[in-house]
Nanobody, 119 residues
Framework: VQLQASGGGSVQVGGSLRLSCAVSGNRFSLTNMGWYRQTPGEQRELVAT???????NYANAVKGRFTVSRDNAKSMVYLQMNSLKPEDTAIYYC??????????????WGQGTQVTVSS
């Protein structure tokens, strides 16, 4: 399974960016999809996830500013980021998993895309 993220870049405070991630090679449906981010010296942290039935989960730091969505037919996941702040600067990683009937989760990660917010 391969995840290819795109859409990162540099933006000023208050600006917007939209990240996209295309998933290929999966033989099973993707239970959850979403985004994590990481800054140097810090652990990777959850940004937002969305389940196959479109239930969403957001980190408190991005609630009301970011929106995660997915297109199951296209195996795509998106992250619309508005009102960006300098603290949103990070490498953003696309994520997907498949949870089987026993509860076992196969996790998949993309290569990461840099988001830089400057004042």
């Amino acid at each position: 399974v391969q995840l290819q993220a795109s859409g990162g870049g540099s933006v000023q405070v208050g600006g917007s960016l939209r990240l996209s991630c295309a998933v290929s090679g999966n033989r099973f449906s993707l239970t959850n999809m979403g985004w994590y981010r990481q800054t140097p010296g810090e652990q990777r942290e959850l940004v937002a996830t969305i389940s196959i039935d479109k239930n969403t989960n957001y980190a408190n730091a991005v609630k009301g500013r970011f929106t995660v969505s997915r297109d199951n037919a296209k195996s795509m996941v998106y992250l619309q980021m508005n009102s960006l702040k300098p603290e949103d600067t990070a490498i953003y990683y696309c994520y997907a998993n498949h949870i089987d009937v026993s509860g076992y989760s196969d996790d998949y990660w993309g290569q990461g895309t840099q988001v830089t917010v400057s004042s």
